[in-house]
Each structure stands twice: as structure tokens, then as C-alpha cells.
């Protein structure tokens, strides 16, 4: 299996930008699919972002295309997540997901493995 430490969260104000990061251990971090996931209070956790194991196809959710950037470095075994004009609505407990397979999947029950998730709060 696969263990997966997520940081980089913070506090920064609407129009702003964080970078997420998740560090993957114990297993090929290569062989498998790493997604982002976000869940708001009292909210469903919701896809953000996945990106294909070598790093060359990726999926976005609607509400992040364009401002949201996944990419992932596999000789560091990290996946990150790039996070430009921020918005208030993008405030959320952010979780990066892994999964040994080749779909770029969209619901949670199709990742094994989670990170602990790292807090973003958007100020207005």
C-alpha cells in the first residue's frame, strides 16, 4: 500500500494563491493514478483534479478549470496542486487520493488511499 502526507494549506485571501502538496511513501509512486479531492463543512467530499500516473492526462473539475493546476513529480514521489484566484467557495478540507489504476476517476469510493487533508480557508 500506499501512505500519503498532504500540506501546504493556509489562509489567503480571495484572488490569491496556495500550492498544495502530497508525499507519497511505501509503494512505486508511479504505478499509480493521484487525484485531489475537496470537502467543504457539512459537505460531500468533492473531486477537484486527478492526473494519470506518468503525468500526461489530466481531468479537472468545472469550477477549478483554468485557475487549478495538478501536476505530479514522480522521481520526489509528490503530487501537487497549484491554486490561483482563489474564491471563497474553493474553502475546504483539500485530500490528495491514490489508486492503482488507469482511469482518471471522479468519485471518492474509487481511491484506496488518502492523505489526512490540509485545511484552505479563502477570505472575501
Known amino acids: 500500500q500506499v501512505q500519503l502526507v498532504d500540506n501546504g494549506g493556509g489562509l489567503v485571501q480571495a484572488g490569491g494563491s496556495l500550492r498544495l502538496s502530497c508525499a507519497a511513501s511505501g509503494r512505486t509512486f508511479s504505478d499509480y493514478v493521484m487525484a485531489w479531492f475537496r470537502q467543504a463543512p457539512g459537505k460531500e467530499r468533492k473531486f477537484v483534479a486527478a492526473?494519470?500516473?506518468?503525468?500526461?492526462?489530466?481531468l479537472y473539475a468545472d469550477s477549478v478549470k483554468g485557475r487549478f493546476t495538478i501536476s505530479r513529480d514522480n522521481a520526489k514521489n509528490t503530487v501537487y496542486l497549484q491554486m490561483n484566484s482563489l474564491k471563497p467557495e474553493d474553502t475546504g478540507v483539500y485530500y490528495c487520493?491514490?489508486?492503482?489504476?488507469?482511469?482518471?476517476?471522479?468519485?471518492?469510493?474509487?481511491?484506496?488511499?488518502w492523505g489526512q487533508g490540509t485545511q484552505v480557508t479563502v477570505s472575501s
Open positions: 487520493a491514490a489508486d492503482r489504476t488507469i482511469r482518471l476517476a471522479v468519485q471518492p469510493s474509487s481511491y484506496n488511499y
Open positions: 492526473i494519470s500516473r506518468g503525468g500526461s492526462s489530466t
